[in-house]
């Protein structure tokens, strides 16, 4: 059985302001907002601040690398279960679905 509040969605980001609002609702809608968004973010835009005013945890760093970024998420992440996406991925629901229900398994 799913439960989307056993999951974190991580990702990094860099000046994403264009696709950062999209990616995030598209989570919060597929979850029913209930999984828990880590973004770990190097911008000079705003991006973290969009990140925020939608929900998402925000951890600022200096621009390291895109692997530096998703790998500082993945550790800041407090659920069970973490699913990585880019940015400028266009989030599915039954993708989430099926990735929560496999690592139920």
Known sequence: MKKYDDASVVMG????????RKVITDIQKATNNQAEIVVVDGSTDRTPEIAEELGAVVIRQKPQGYGVAVKKALLSATRDIIITVDCD???FRRELELSIRKCQE
């Open 13 to 20: 980001s860099r000046n994403e302001e264009k696709a950062i």
């Open 89 to 91: 991925d266009k989030v």
